[in-house]
């Protein structure tokens, strides 16, 4: 008989065990505000968590309040917390991790066109650079044929000089030969008289 019974609770133990679930507590809280602070009487009003209360008066232990409706009476303190429960704030928190999420999205957004830009640039500059060193090399032939073409033309104006000065001998000196040609010629046609 014993055994049936053992078998029995383990059983049983077993079929709840396989049923057993988790519930949570919930965190509505109702209070009464009542007419006098001792707690006495019919509440005035039934308030919830996160209702704001408007203190009136402090005594030992409990509150007198006003509440939204404009109702006053008696609260114990203990039912109350300087700040906003947190199920009260969430909201409030959570819209604001929203806005500080869309903020980091438009921050790496801007980081990212910035990081773009920057590259653009270090793109044009390193452009600009190849140019700048295209046209300084230009630049160096442009100024290197000047150089040869400078140097030709006093040359040619030097070989200029040259045949200009030749030409120059080469005409007196045919001038004079021609004249002291002629005067000969003229001397021995009138019989060695001079000219």
């Not at 053992?6 to 709840?16: D, F, P, T």
């Not at 917390?81 to 819209?95: G, N, Q, T, V, Y």
């Not at 500059?125 to 000047?146: D, I, N, S, Y």
């Amino acid at each position: 008989m014993r055994m049936r019974g053992i078998a029995g609770a383990v059983l049983l133990a077993a079929a709840s065990a396989a049923a057993a679930e988790t519930v949570y507590v919930v965190d509505i809280l109702r209070v009464g505000v009542r007419p006098d602070p001792a707690g006495r009487g019919q509440p005035v009003e039934i308030v919830s968590t996160g209702t704001p209360l408007e203190v009136l008066q402090r005594g030992r232990g409990v509150l007198r309040v006003r509440t939204p409706a404009g109702r006053e009476g008696w609260l114990a303190e203990v039912y109350t917390m300087p700040e906003p429960p947190a199920r009260e704030r969430l909201p409030a928190l959570e819209a604001r991790i929203a806005e500080l999420e869309a903020a980091l999205e438009q921050a790496r957004t801007e980081a990212g066109q910035e990081a773009a830009q920057r590259r653009a640039l270090a793109e044009r500059v390193r452009e600009t650079g190849e140019a700048l060193a295209r046209t300084e090399q230009a630049l160096a032939a442009a100024q290197a044929r000047a150089r040869r073409a400078e140097a030709w033309r006093e040359g040619l104006e030097r070989r200029l000089g040259a045949a200009a000065g030749g030409v120059a001998v080469l005409v007196v000196g045919s001038f004079l030969a021609g004249s002291a040609w002629y005067r000969r010629r003229a001397s021995r046609r009138l019989g060695g008289l001079r000219v």
